[in-house]
């Protein structure tokens, strides 16, 4: 419906033909498509948080079995909203709560792939399908990253000393009415896109452009399977790309649908959300570049298994 | 009475701040007003998400920016 209008609009109303038609008809389908469901998904994301805070997942994973923390560590990340920022007082709290280094690593893997931007542009651009895949991959490689981190032993890379509290938490949810959820929600929601709106803007006239203009086979020559190096260089080029998920999905999406393959653009993606320069330098103040280095390479190297994994089965 | 901000020098603490330091002049009441980024300090209120509000030792809200009016109506309460 929305794309019978959007039709009406370029090729009746304005009369718009060829090559800048197809693109102006495309560039407003999408960016008011991704806009919808941006608002749409992260005040759904931001709603359900309200009952949960980082606090209660520390006491949550207080003393659990190994092999649940990884699970459920990685499984709060979906939920609970992360930033770079406080990595420090969540990374040290873990560890004062004596969670064990590996689930605290499973949890610092999953919240910032599975943030709810990166879920919103995934679910407008590729469909609930690839958001699906998305998700589960990401949950496996912050497990199994989480779990080869905890069997290392490197709880001496760890630079500050913090003292263990001996107490059990205790593990309460938010208390709050309906009203206020929705207005945190709104605001939360509210703030979330004006900061990335002007992303999703550029993200999508750039892919407009490509769509219009650039031709299949020079986007499949370097992205396809003209390419067998093409994850890992994704992967590579998705490190200093942090916090512009919102402008480089419609980019991925137009490339995939000009013959970049599948696999190649989930490394990618994962890549833009899970390695994030920023997280790095800001955690660098407490652990050590070893054991920060070693945090890159078995992420790294679980999203480029991925990216190959796919390319390999479609 | 007195607030502190717990915050480690992240966009939403200095914003948390401001908010603070605007609901404290509406109040007209004498608050005593302490920016805490030490990080240990801020691990003994066992808050693990930043900003946090601590009111008169008791901490109030964790990794969120509170509107002036909410804090006014702490400080009021």
């Not at chain 1, 959007?6 to 806009?35: M, P, R, S």
């Not at chain 1, 955690?283 to 992420?299: D, N, P």
């Amino acid at each position: 419906m929305w794309q019978n209008s959007v039709d009406y609009l370029t090729y009746d109303l304005f009369h718009l033909e060829g090559h800048l038609g197809e693109a102006i008809n495309f560039f407003i389908y999408d960016t008011v498509k991704i806009w919808f469901l941006l608002l749409t998904i992260i005040f759904a994301v931001s709603f359900l948080r309200t009952w949960f805070n980082t606090e209660y997942v520390r006491a949550h994973l207080q003393g659990k079995p190994a092999l649940y923390g990884h699970a459920a560590a990685a499984a709060f990340g979906i939920i609970t909203p992360f930033c770079s920022c406080s990595a420090i007082p969540l990374f040290l709290g873990f560890i004062q709560a004596r969670i064990p280094l590996g689930v605290t690593f499973s949890y610092l893997i999953s919240a910032p792939m599975n943030n709810e931007i990166a879920i919103a542009m995934l679910f407008g651009l590729f469909g609930w399908k690839v958001t699906a895949i998305y998700i589960g991959f990401g949950l496996l490689v912050a497990i199994i990253g989480g779990w080869v981190i905890g069997r290392l032993n490197l709880d001496k890379e760890i630079l500050m000393d913090v003292k263990p509290i001996e107490t059990q938490l205790q593990a309460n949810l938010v208390k709050q009415s309906f009203k206020e959820r929705s207005k945190e929600a709104w605001d939360y929601t509210f703030d979330i896109f004006k900061k990335i709106y002007l992303y999703v803007l550029v993200g999508v006239g750039v892919g407009a452009w490509i769509h219009g203009y650039i031709p299949t086979d020079f986007i499949a020559q370097y992205t396809g399977e003209g390419n067998p190096f093409a994850v890992i260089i994704a992967v590579i080029m998705g490190i200093p790309m942090y916090s512009n998920a919102a402008g480089v999905m419609p980019l991925v999406e137009v490339l995939t649908g000009k013959g970049m393959l599948l696999g190649t653009a989930l490394s990618f993606m994962m890549a833009v959300t899970a390695l994030s320069l920023p997280e790095a330098l800001i955690l660098k103040k407490i652990i050590s570049l070893k054991l920060i280095g070693i945090f890159f390479a078995i992420v790294g190297s679980g999203i480029i298994a991925i990216g190959y994994l796919f390319n390999f089965i479609l | 009475m007195k607030i502190e901000v717990l915050g480690t020098g992240c966009a939403k603490c200095i914003t948390l701040e401001n908010v603070v330091k605007q609901a404290i002049a509406k109040s007209g009441k004498f608050v005593q007003l302490e920016k805490v980024d030490d990080i240990m300090k801020i691990m003994e209120y066992q808050v693990v998400s930043t900003p946090g509000l601590v009111i008169d030792g008791k901490v109030v809200s964790t990794g969120k920016v509170l509107s002036v009016d909410e804090v006014l109506a702490y400080i009021n309460g």
